[in-house]
C-alpha cells in the first residue's frame, strides 16, 4: 500500500492558546518513531463558505498502515488526544493511503 496520511481539520474553541496545543502535538511526534513526517498550517483565505469554520490542519504520513495503527494505538497519543479535542469546537479526520499524482521534482544534480 505504501505511504499513509492522517489528516485532521479543526477549528479551536474560543480562547484557546492554539500555539500550546501546537507545541504539545510537535512534541508528540517528535518522540514517536512510527511518525515519519509531520506538518501543519493555518488557514490564509478565511473563506468561509468553503472552510465552515475550520482553521487549522495537521497532517501526519507514516510509512505504512501498520505505523498508524501503531499511533492511534499508542498510550501517549491517547494521553495527548484527550487534550487535543478538549480545545476543539469540531473536527474531521480522514486517514488514507498517499496516490502520487504529481510527484515533486529531482533535486537538481
Known amino acids: 500500500m505504501g505511504e499513509v496520511k492522517h489528516l485532521c481539520l479543526v477549528k479551536f474553541k474560543e480562547g484557546v492558546v492554539v500555539d500550546d496545543v501546537l507545541k504539545g502535538m510537535t512534541e508528540l511526534v ?4 512510527m511518525v515519519k513526517s509531520f506538518e501543519w498550517g493555518q488557514d490564509m483565505l478565511n473563506q468561509e463558505m468553503l472552510t465552515q469554520g475550520f482553521t487549522h490542519v495537521f497532517s501526519l504520513t ?5 505505523d498508524l495503527t501503531s499511533y492511534m494505538s499508542h498510550e ?3 494521553a495527548f488526544a484527550g487534550t487535543f479535542m478538549a480545545a476543539l469546537e469540531k473536527v474531521v479526520v480522514i486517514d488514507f493511503p498517499v496516490v502520487i499524482a504529481k510527484p515533486p521534482p529531482s533535486p537538481p544534480a
Open 62 to 66: 507514516f510509512a505504512t498502515a501498520d
Open 30 to 33: 517528535s518522540e514517536m518513531d
Open 76 to 78: 501517549r497519543h491517547a
